[in-house]
């Protein structure tokens, strides 16, 4: 019997049982006597008695416990029990039943691997795995990180194999187990998990799962305690207590700051994930094209004579390949598309040199920031060399280019692509598969060509990135939500035999072949027998066609890649007019509620602007599409070939091409709606600009008229300032009069020379000594008056200059220069993107002539430039005009070696 402690939740086994080997509970087992109150266990004390006590199975609720004696005597739990009607969702471990019912290697309907997958999914979706929400899905993505994990770690028998995924609205390679995903879909299909769909706000779609009620019940029956272990320490920290490590199991999530994966639990363990650690193979290949989009007589080069190169070279492979199906003498043609018109391919053969004497040469995606200098240094690592084969200067070009990229120790590739550049925007880099690893020519598994396209897809976008000019580079990256470089494309192979040759139904058999066949062109569609020695089967990403003389069928499967990459780039282009639509919904919200936040109409002015440069670009890529797809010509089957026939009728390539022209014409739909949406909200946002303006009139007027009123008090309360001076001189003159003839003091009798001299002739005389204070009130007065004028009119002479420099500086001598000025002020203005400061203070010295200036710069320390220079200097206080100072400040600076070399010139 295996059951979980009610205490501590830890599994027993084994019969009779009285206590928990981890906590020492005493546990009430079916078909034991009744514990005695004085047993012990060690060292503690433990009582319990049987009769009537409630035992807890897998953190089961209240309604879900059974008591001892109802099941006493029962070695396993028939499907009528109590528990099995109560507890129709089984959680925490009780998913299995004895020892004897689930015996290695009794799975049931299911195998081993579906099993253990089985009870990986109930595990995360169990009702007591969060308490707070009774419906619990899990992505499907996390689960393939786990399953990888556990393949590493032996839990599950999986092949992996690297396969772009979407993650975060990125496209990463990871290794991803077909068998796994298989796995999934059949279990899906057996009805044991549900599955959600979900949309991301990107559009992102992904599948989340369930465990059903079947699921559980097989688990129950089936589930044997080797691969129960097996995935519990797959996804339960080892380090946590049986009480909650079921409540901690391992989580999955992406950090986009290091490209990983990340694998951990609440309680602080985490790991990263080797899932995008993508292996990589040694291989030699030559230049491929069509021999329909050659000229006549074009002879390509061959790498076979270098085959011995990877004699003795390596691969990374941590997984052992099972390997089910091969492939002999492979072409490979790895196709998109891009915007592309006449004027772009005459662009491109005049950086190709087409018409120059000697053509080609070394390319670098590498920037020349110094085109005027002299050298330029740059490592082999990264460059391309191109052969140039052949061109029209309007419609097309093919090249051949080596790359020479950086691969790890022991890993020897050398990668030739046959490059071709078509007017209707087609791309095809072809490789012809002269050996892979130990494998010439011949017997090529489909393992380590999934490694090899992996190689071939990034390395074809690094190839391109410097032929193509900056504006395809910015729609593509609109296109990609900045991620161009990882660009999604489609895959055409071409091989002479296959073994086991089989039927298309054979391979098509939802298990290991298929699987494999997944590796290379994805999610398989159908496939069809051309003949009875040729095969083609269509995935999602790619095709593959085999058989003798195959390279007969290159024109209808080109063809039909152009399209299928035609139609990847319409999904992205379509993906992003919703995206698009989704900011100018926000936008709409933002102006709705724009007073919420004074910054608001600057965020709408910004995302207007934005949005309508996005308009016109998605605008442009539709009319390339549409021009595409009108001078796209669908090649007719071969006559008297059946073979070409029957392809012909598979890849219905006339259907196909109507329905991308009627997409690219349904598409111009969306885009002018967005264009109206736009027109609409930048009306809108002018109605806020212009509410705003006048609110911002209004309140200027009422500024200026309290300005107004303001200034006639002030005049007012100058002028009575200028009476109450006069009034206060002429007390200042009446008291200088009396102080000087003794009167204040009532002494002036006694004063000999003014009795003789003043008293009698001035002061008894009448209005005379009265005219004489008011003659001197006069003199001070109007004194006081002048002075006063006199001061102002020297306090008024100020010139003021300000100096638009937005010159660049060394900031480190600028702080070395301001150290020697004694700063009075020092004000600063951050922003989001700017981080402003302005220093002000006095000079001083007598190089000024006089009153010394006032001085003030603006700095923009974020982005090292001084913008402005404003200074203040008195006219009739200091000799030097404004140019004359100015060209102190300047000389001063440029001794300080404020402005590096090159940026003295004002």
């Known amino acids: 019997m295996i059951l979980f402690c009610h205490e501590c939740g830890a599994p027993t086994y084994g019969e009779p049982l009285k206590f928990c080997g981890e906590c020492g509970s005493a546990l009430a087992v079916p078909g034991t006597e009744a514990l005695s109150s004085t047993e012990k266990h060690q060292g503690d004390v433990l009582a319990a008695e049987v009769v009537n006590r409630p035992f807890e199975v897998a953190g089961a609720s209240d309604s879900e416990r059974v008591t001892a004696h109802t099941i006493a005597g029962i070695k396993g739990i028939p499907q009528d029990s109590p528990l099995e009607s109560a507890a129709g969702k089984p959680t925490k471990g009780e998913f299995w039943g004895t020892e004897d019912e689930c015996s290695e290697g009794d799975y049931g309907p299911l195998d081993r691997e579906k099993t253990r997958l089985l009870y990986l999914i109930s595990l995360y979706t169990r009702d007591d795995y969060q308490l707070s929400r009774k419906d619990t899905w899990v992505r499907t993505l996390p689960i393939l990180v786990l399953i990888y994990e556990g393949i590493i770690t032996g839990a599950f028998d999986y092949d992996y194999a690297p396969q772009a995924e979407r993650v975060a609205g990125k496209r990463i390679n990871i290794n991803i187990s077909q068998e796994g995903r298989d796995d999934i879909d059949d279990l899906r299909e057996g009805g044991y998990v549900h599955a959600l769909k979900l949309t991301s706000e990107n559009y992102q779609c992904s599948i989340a799962v369930r465990a059903t009620e079947k699921a559980y019940s097989f688990l129950k029956q089936y589930l044997d305690i080797d691969s129960k272990t097996k995935i519990e320490e797959l996804v339960l920290p080892q380090q946590s ?458 309140g200027l007027e009422a500024n200026t008229k309290n300005l107004e009123d303001a200034f006639r008090a002030q005049a007012r309360g100058a002028a009575s300032l200028e009476v109450m001076q006069v009034v206060l001189a002429g007390s200042l003159a009446f008291d200088i009069v009396d102080r000087t003839l003794g009167q204040y003091l009532s002494i002036a009798d006694r004063i000999g020379w003014v009795v003789n001299y003043l008293q009698e002739p001035l002061v008894e005389t009448p209005l005379i000594w009265f005219a004489i204070n008011m003659i001197v009130w006069l003199v001070m007065g109007g004194g006081l008056i002048v002075f006063m004028r006199h001061l102002a009119y020297m306090g008024n002479a100020v010139e003021a200059k300000r100096i638009r420099l937005n010159r660049k500086l060394d900031l480190k001598q600028l702080h070395e220069y301001l150290q020697t000025k004694p700063i009075s002020a020092t004000d600063v203005e951050e922003e989001e993107r700017t981080l402003l400061k302005k220093y002000s203070w006095d000079e001083s010295g007598e190089k000024w002539e006089g009153q010394p200036p006032k001085v003030e710069l603006t700095i923009d320390e974020r982005y090292h430039f001084m913008l402005q220079a404003f200074f203040i200097l008195n006219k009739r206080r200091c000799r030097l005009n404004a140019e004359q100072v100015w060209e102190h400040l300047r000389s001063e600076m440029q001794q300080a070696q404020v402005f590096p070399p090159g940026h003295e010139q004002w």
């Open 241 to 698: 207590s049986y009480s909650t490590r079921y409540e901690n199991l391992l989580k999955v999530k992406w950090d986009s700051q290091n490209g990983k994966f990340l694998v951990f639990a609440d309680k602080g363990y985490s790991r990263e994930s080797t899932i995008t650690d993508i292996e990589a193979v040694s291989y030699v290949s030559s230049p491929y094209i069509p021999k329909h989009l050659k000229t006549k007589g074009t002879l390509l080069s061959s790498n076979a004579d270098r085959v011995h190169e990877i004699g003795k070279a390596a691969d990374n492979i941590k997984d052992e390949l099972n390997e089910n199906i091969t492939l002999d003498d492979v072409r490979l043609l790895v196709c998109e598309w891009v915007p592309m018109g006449g004027n772009q391919i005459v662009a491109l053969n005049d950086k190709l040199g087409s018409s120059e004497r000697v053509q080609g040469g070394f390319f670098t995606a590498n920037i020349d920031e110094n085109p005027d200098g002299t050298l330029f240094q740059s490592e082999s690592e990264g460059l391309t060399a191109v052969n140039l084969l052949d061109f029209d200067e309007t419609r097309y070009v093919n090249f051949e280019a080596e790359v020479f990229f950086e691969s790890e120790e022991g890993i020897v590739q050398i990668e030739n692509f046959g490059v071709h550049f078509s007017e209707e925007g087609l791309i095809s880099y072809g490789l012809h598969i002269d050996a892979i690893m130990d494998r010439i020519r011949e017997h090529m598994s489909l393992d380590q060509l999934s490694r090899l396209l992996v190689d071939v897809i990034e390395d074809s976008s690094k190839v391109v990135a410097n032929l193509l000019s900056a504006h395809q580079r910015a729609l593509l990256d609109l296109t990609f939500l900045g991620d161009a470089e990882n660009r999604d494309k489609f895959n055409v192979i071409f091989a002479e035999a296959v073994s086991p040759k089989m039927f298309a139904d054979q391979y098509m058999d939802k298990e290991d072949n298929e699987n494999e066949i997944k590796q290379v062109i994805g999610d398989t569609y159908y496939g069809s027998d051309l003949s009875n020695s040729e095969l083609l089967i269509v995935g999602k990403c790619g095709i593959l066609i085999t058989g003798a003389h195959s390279a007969r069928h290159e024109p209808m499967a080109l063809s039909y890649a152009s399209f299928m990459a035609r139609n990847i780039f319409m999904k992205s282009v379509f993906n992003r007019c919703f995206i698009l639509a989704d900011v100018l919904k926000k936008t709409r919200n933002i102006i709705d509620t724009y007073e919420s936040n004074p910054d608001n109409l600057n965020i709408i002015r910004e995302m207007l602007s934005v949005c309508t440069e996005e308009v016109i670009m998605l605008s442009e890529i539709q009319t390339f599409l549409a021009e595409s797809c009108e001078i796209d010509v669908v090649p007719d089957a071969l006559p008297n070939d059946i073979a070409s026939n029957q392809l012909a009728v598979n890849l219905k390539l006339k259907r196909t091409a109507i329905m991308l022209r009627r997409r690219a014409v349904d598409m111009e739909k969306t885009i002018i709606g967005c264009s109206n949406e736009l027109e609409a909200l930048r009306e809108m946002s002018n109605t806020i600009g212009s509410t705003v303006l006048l609110r911002t009139r209004e």
